[in-house]
């Protein structure tokens, strides 16, 4: 029975991979073409192609290595996917803070709590800052990528920072919901449409702190220097 090293090489190096499908998939392609590329260079008479398979495999690298390097790559990808979603998710904390303060009643003296406007500035300011700092980190990343050589590092950065962007989204979000609840004299937290805004709000935080969590576990474990 012949065997295929190219596609058990393939095939093993698979099994080691987690994280973002489309890339996974992506860097498998390209490894399958290097290496029938290498086995076809290699190829001789007197020579069969099972032979110059396992020349291209022995060339390419063991599995340890090439899978902790890729593994860096997808852990990047996670970053870069999840920095997109808070792109779209930070902006919807002054958005819900507009929502819940239609909801408001005025207090005894005739206006919305001087500290309740405080607190909505901050998460406003905070929000648009945050805002600001994912986009730059999406536009300027082959720059950053270009200051972090080593992919792991570059991993873990993309971790740390949606792991801050994230906490500060959770605070954004608990704050408004809480100083929302304090603010009003109408029994709020018993209002259907506020139990929906609140439930969607903590349901977001929880994806989003899962996300994070996923990133950390596709960290490489081995050093991507081992021999």
């Known amino acids: 029975m012949n065997r295929h090293p190219v596609e058990d090489y393939l095939a093993e190096l698979a ?51 090439i899978a902790a390097e890729y593994q860096a790559e997808l852990s990047v990808a996670h970053g870069l996917n999840t920095l997109r979603i808070l792109l779209f998710a930070v902006p919807a904390c002054p958005l819900l803070r507009e929502v819940l303060s239609s909801y408001l009643v005025p207090d005894g003296r005739g206006k919305i709590p001087g500290w309740y406007d405080t607190i909505a500035t901050l998460v406003d300011f905070g929000t648009l800052g945050l805002l600001v700092t994912i986009a730059s980190a999406l536009l300027s990343r082959r720059w950053i990528s ?27 979000q608990a704050s408004t919901l809480f100083a929302t609840v304090e603010a009003n004299i109408t029994g709020l937290s018993r209002d259907p449409a506020f139990l929906v805004a609140g439930a969607g709000t903590i349901g977001i935080a929880a994806l989003l702190a899962a996300r994070v969590r996923r990133g950390v576990t596709l960290l490489p474990r081995s050093p991507l220097n081992r021999p």
């Open 146 to 172: 270009r200051c972090i050589t080593d992919t792991r590092r570059l991993g873990t950065w993309m971790v740390r920072f949606a792991a801050g962007a994230v906490a500060f989204l959770v605070l954004a």
């Open 15 to 65: 099994t080691t991979l987690r994280g973002p499908a489309a890339r996974r998939a992506e860097l498998l392609t390209e490894t399958r073409d290097s290496l029938h590329d290498t086995a076809e260079a290699r190829l001789r008479p007197g020579r069969t192609e099972q032979w110059a398979q396992e020349q291209a495999v022995g060339e390419f690298g063991p599995i340890h290595r």
